[in-house]
C-alpha cells in the first residue's frame, strides 16, 4: 500500500501560480511513476502530467505544455505540480496517484478566477 496526501490548492486569480505537493508513504519502494490528474465539476477525471520516479520521462496533457511542471524530490517521497499561467479552465479537484493509478490522494482543491 502507498498513502498519498495533496496539499497546495487554493483560489488564485487568473494568470497567477500555485505549486501542488503529493507526499507518498508506505511501500514507496515501490513507485516507479507518479502522476496528477483532474476532475472539473461535471466533466470526467482527466491525465495532466506523470513522471517517472527516475525522473527520466515527463508527460503532459496539451493543455498544460508549457505552464505545467512535474517534478519530484526522491530523498522526500513528494511529488510537485507548478502550475503558471493558470486559467479559469484549469479549476478542479486535482488529484496525484502512482504507478498508473494504483493508488489515488484525497484530492486537493484549484479554484482560478477570472
Known amino acids: 500500500q502507498v498513502q498519498l496526501v495533496e496539499s497546495g490548492g487554493g483560489l488564485v486569480q487568473a494568470g497567477g501560480s500555485l505549486r501542488l505537493s503529493c507526499a507518498a508513504s508506505?511501500?514507496?519502494?515501490?513507485?516507479?511513476?507518479m502522476g496528477w490528474s483532474r476532475q472539473a465539476p461535471g466533466k470526467e477525471r482527466e491525465f495532466v502530467a506523470a513522471i517517472t520516479w527516475r525522473g527520466d520521462n515527463t508527460r503532459y496533457v496539451d493543455s498544460v505544455k508549457g505552464r505545467f511542471t512535474i517534478s519530484r524530490d526522491t530523498a522526500k517521497n513528494t511529488m510537485y505540480l507548478q502550475m503558471n499561467s493558470l486559467k479559469p479552465e484549469d479549476t478542479a479537484i486535482y488529484y496525484c496517484?502512482?504507478?498508473?493509478?494504483?493508488?489515488w490522494g484525497q484530492g486537493t482543491q484549484v479554484t482560478v478566477s477570472s
Open positions: 508506505g511501500r514507496t519502494y515501490s513507485i516507479y511513476d
Open positions: 496517484n502512482v504507478n498508473n493509478g494504483l493508488f
